[in-house]
């Protein structure tokens, strides 16, 4: 599978920004350590970090013009009001995975509600790093698109 991996602002400060909730491990060596797992699953990555949602925008439209298979995107604070995120990701025909290294639904109220699932087959939260795997395992085991 070819799959792009989106993360949006502030996730490349992970490892600095409260550890305490989103671990010590920085962004650089977190998308290292997602891309051995892809590797090792035969699966072919593309990581891209920007702080503008416009540029997230842009890679879901790449995404789609460039044949990937899936998308994960972790949309830091734009899960809870970016519309065009939303719009973006329901323009075009690939699954995508939201993923959140905290659990959004136990933390500050306004966290609880994502304007970008409503375009995901699912939603991963509060697994850390290992959510990105547990996305694309189940990216993986949605063969025909259709299906999601």
């Known amino acids: 599978m070819k799959i792009m991996i ?9 490892g600095t920004r409260e550890p305490n909730i989103y671990g010590r491990t920085g962004y ?22 920007s702080n503008y949602e416009g540029a997230l925008i842009d890679e879901i439209q790449r995404a789609w013009r460039e044949n990937y298979d899936g998308i994960i995107i972790n949309p830091g604070a734009f899960t809870h009001y970016s519309y065009a995120l939303r719009d973006a990701l329901a323009s075009v025909p690939i699954p995508a995975v ?7 639904h136990r933390r500050e109220e306004f966290r609880h509600r994502s304007v970008t699932a409503a375009s995901c087959v699912g939603q991963i939260a509060g697994f850390g790093m290992q959510g990105y ?16």
């Open 28 to 49: 650089e060596e977190m998308m290292a350590q997602v891309e051995r797992a892809a590797q090792s699953r035969g699966h072919e990555v593309a990581c891209f970090q």
């Open 133 to 148: 795997i547990l996305a694309m395992d189940a990216l993986a085991g949605k063969t025909v698109k259709n299906d999601l």
């Open 6 to 14: 989106l993360n949006g602002p502030n996730l490349n400060m992970t």
């Open 98 to 104: 939201e993923v959140h290294l905290s659990n959004i």
